[in-house]
């Protein structure tokens, strides 16, 4: 019979050495969020309903391209991180590897699109 202590069965299991890191990110985008989404609920209410004109020249002001386009990055970075401690935790091997990358260009795309988007009729 084997008596393993906890520290013998912990050892090769990996390590935790971000894990922190990545809380806290989290953490910080949520709070992050907390306070930008409303805001940008309430300035694209205030553009809703509006004639293509009006809703061009609303977004062509800082303060609603600013609120949007930090929604965007603030909104899709936060989607990254969650998503991929659910793929690091459901998903192993080579699969996990590619689902990883495929999260990161996807979750960047959109930020990129959006904020794109965003610049272009601000500017």
Request: proline letters at 2%; a positive charge.
């Amino acid at each position: 019979m084997r008596y393993l202590t906890d520290r013998k069965t912990a050892v090769g299991m990996g390590s935790a050495k971000t894990g922190t890191a990545h809380f806290w990110a989290m953490k910080v985008s949520s709070v992050a969020l907390l306070l930008l989404v409303p805001l940008f609920v309430a300035t694209f209410g205030c553009a809703l309903g509006g004639t293509y004109e009006e809703v061009m020249a609303y977004y062509s002001r800082p303060f609603p391209a600013i609120v949007a386009a930090l929604t965007f990055i603030v909104g899709f970075k936060h989607f990254n991180d969650g998503a991929q401690v659910l793929i690091e935790d459901y998903v192993h091997g080579l699969a996990q590897k590619i689902s990883l990358i495929l999260l990161a260009c996807i979750s960047y795309a959109a930020m990129a699109t959006g904020v794109f988007a965003i610049a272009k009729i601000a500017l």
